[in-house]
């Protein structure tokens, strides 16, 4: 079975690509000189210090492991060439959200990326998913565990 693509917007990749250089480079160094040290210490069989460092080595090379993987199928939105006619991965939408009458505004991304927090919500998302393909002025409504929520489209343009 093919590897799912991950969708991810050029900042997203940069992010991506500047957290594994960073592991690479310093993280790994650091973790070494800790393990270094620990072991400096004698005994290994009731050494916290030495533990804790082969945890953080453990941890720092999964993640090395998962950003390659990452970005080995990554698929990079090209965010300058974005149709705003409809909502895309790419977009920085504005909706209303109609039992609230509260404006909300996101960035629609790849699953990677996503943040609510940061106002990024993946394309696979129950919201993100629904907006994919609406346009201005369009009102849509989604159902997340029982619960009704309908959303009207206010504005959709390129996010960068």
Known sequence: MAEKKNILTYEGLKQLEDELQDLKVNKRKEVSQKIKEAREQGDLSENAEYDAAKDEQRDIEAR?????????????????????????IGCLVRILDMEFNDELEYKIVGSTEANSLKGKISNESPVGKALIG???????????????????????????
């Open 64 to 88: 090395i492991e998962e950003i390659d993987k990452i970005l080995k199928n990554a698929e990079v939105v090209v965010e300058d060439e974005v149709d705003v006619d409809t909502v895309n």
């Open 134 to 160: 609406a346009r201005k002025d369009d009102v849509i409504e989604i159902e997340i565990n029982g619960n009704s929520f309908k959303y009207k489209v206010l504005e959709i343009q390129k996010s960068n």
